[in-house]
């Protein structure tokens, strides 16, 4: 029952935040905001929809259902953090690469410590959540992934945010 309530809400808040990331992209796009990464974004969207049907699916054939009271506290601390990212890029956080020419880049908050703080928090989003329940395999096959398309990713906001 623990696992389901704590997936619902993990469901719950990707959905707040693609929520906002929409309204800030609606925002962003007034400002003349130009896309980028268009190509690999429907991979990022995919990975995390498969990756929370795997959660469902080896919890549900897993012979024993335990949890981390540990790894969930730490969770709950990552929440904190990513809403810290959040702040710090104010309406110009985003789950895509929308890039206003002219406009410093923000290095305050979270910014000042880390250049990809959000990717840092998802990496461990990733490996967290599943090790939390011992869902092993979805823990290693979507961290492998994760690292395959984020280090795409930041290659290119590299390169956006270097013009």
Excluded: D
């Excluded at 623990?2 to 992209?25: D, G, M």
């Excluded at 974004?41 to 919890?59: D, G, K, M, N, R």
């Excluded at 000042?112 to 461990?124: G, L, W």
């Amino acid at each position: 029952m623990i696992f389901y309530i704590f997936i619902s809400f993990v469901i719950l808040l990707r959905i707040a935040e693609l929520l906002i990331a929409r309204n800030h992209e609606v925002w962003l796009r007034s400002q003349r905001a130009i896309e980028y990464g268009k190509n690999h974004y429907p991979f990022i969207v995919a990975l995390h929809i498969f990756f929370f049907i795997s959660l469902l699916t080896e919890y549900t054939f897993q012979q024993r259902h335990q949890y981390s009271v540990y790894l969930i506290a730490i969770y709950v601390l990552l929440i904190a953090m990513k809403i810290w990212v959040m702040m710090s890029l104010g309406k110009f956080w985003n789950t895509k690469i929308l890039r206003i020419h002219n406009i410093a880049l923000i290095k305050k908050g979270a910014y000042r410590f880390v250049k990809h703080p959000n990717y840092v928090i998802v990496v461990a989003e990733i490996l967290l959540i599943p090790l939390a329940f011992e869902l092993i395999c979805t823990a290693v096959i979507f961290s492998v992934l994760n690292a395959v398309i984020i280090t795409i990713r930041i290659k290119e906001e590299n390169r956006v945010l270097a013009q």
